[in-house]
């Protein structure tokens, strides 16, 4: 009993703690870092990235250089802050408690659910686009809820359980790190044609980062959902090497749903392949998707858990 005592698990105790404050405690847009985050991400490209859009190799390297010049000041201020501190864990845990908010995005695909059932489909369409950098306005009462669930689960694994795995091994400046790179990548998708080179290296260091949190996050999904048939799409196909294609295939399969297709960024048609399950969606899958999702984040949580009470015991 001793081992649960031990200072080694307090970075998991502090997940816990934080986990069940993001779920309580509601901290509005105009007052998250991550906003502010946002807003220096969008004037560094008006600085940066506009002056010659045409040159490859320029957009690269600003594309490379703008991030480091936004993180590396921020990070040593707040590991001079850490450092100096009387209690670094408490301040650690304010890092994890910002760089998490995921539940916002719950929040947000449940009123498209609401607004859906009420037909209010422009409603819906207004907040799914705060969600997704895709073009919500073509899409039928059916497309946005698959929409919705896509996003949904592709921020569970991105946003929460890469956010939470990267705080246990490097503590809250790195995962705070992470997901600055993760709003910046949004900010200068390399889906976009405007920004295919510009952001092309936050989009490669996330794509390295991300690829094992996403699988283990697919992973406690299925167990969660339906094992037989989340893993049974391994059969269907499955590329292993693409993450979205990987994820939206099990846990869309797990759902029994099809998931994926083709998807509008602005006026460029992107072709995915469809996968998942057999079904359609309907709108009762919203709920089933974010009820997965609860099963799946406790199932997470425990891995965590165990995996950092066999740490602490082996030292």
Partial sequence: MHHFGSIHLLPIYSVLIVVLLEKQLKVADKFHPLTFAKLMAERIVYRVHNRNPGNKVQQITAGTLAPLVLLIPLMLMLGVLIYLSEYPVFFDS?????????????????????????????????QLQSIVLRKAGPLSPLGIAKAAVESLMLRFALQYCTVIILYLIGGGIVALSYRLLFEFSHSWNAKQVKFNHFGQPVRLALQFVQWLPLR????????????IKGFAALKNGSNLTCSRYFLLNLQGAALGIELGGPVYYNDDKCRLAKCGGPRVIVLDDINRAIHGLKKARWVFLTLCFIGSLMLSIGK
């Fill in 94 to 126: 304010l890092l994890l408690f910002f760089a998490l908010r995921f539940q916002p995005i719950v929040d947000t695909v449940r009123k498209i659910e609401r607004y859906l059932r009420q037909e209010k489909k422009t409603l819906a369409k207004q």
């Fill in 216 to 227: 283990i996050s697919v992973v406690c999904f299925v167990i969660g959902q339906n094992v």
